[in-house]
């Protein structure tokens, strides 16, 4: 399991003083008011920050880091990720799992035959969608329902579904 979960990338500057703007990752961008340190991948390493300011603006997050004093200190982390420690995440609720444990599941069906491996989550407005990627390279499309995703075991890396009848036709 991957210990940081990325939270947010950091899309701009905001004015001179240090500030950056912010395209959250998360389901839940007002959870940026509680964070108080996030780790900022460097490229060779993670650096730590203070989170001393949080606003929000549109569809974007305007953080302030104790670490940085002007526009010049931060300009140079245009486009890196933003992460919090897996000790520092928002709790799961039941049935919740955070798509990145998810990448690479082996999934198989209730009949225990081996479906492929997912690939991705596509997000929707009723529900997420699981993509597979079959042993023959095709991509099968699962509703994220509880009558479709019998159980997700992350430690083993191993999901059950229920095939939707006409599903694979």
Not at 67 to 86: A, T
């Amino acid at each position: 399991m991957e210990p940081y979960l990325r939270v947010g990338v950091i899309a701009s500057t905001h004015g001179l003083k240090g500030e950056v703007k912010v395209y959250p990752t998360t389901d839940d961008p007002r959870r940026f008011s509680d964070l108080k340190r996030v780790y900022l991948d460097a490229g060779k390493e993670y650096l730590p920050l203070e989170v001393t300011g949080v606003k929000f603006f549109k569809k974007q997050v305007i953080l302030k880091f104790r670490e940085f004093q002007d526009i010049n200190e931060v300009e140079v982390y245009r486009g890196r990720d933003l992460l919090v420690s897996r000790e520092e995440t928002v709790a799961l609720g039941e049935n919740e799992n955070f798509i990145v444990d998810l990448m690479g599941m082996e999934v198989w069906t209730d009949e225990e035959e081996r479906l492929g491996l997912l690939t991705d989550v596509l997000k929707t407005g009723a529900n997420d969608v699981y993509v597979v990627e079959t042993e023959d390279k095709k991509e099968v499309l699962l509703p994220a329902i509880p009558s479709c995703i019998l159980e997700v075991d992350t430690a083993a890396g191993r999901m059950t579904v229920h095939i939707p009848e006409g599903l694979l036709e």
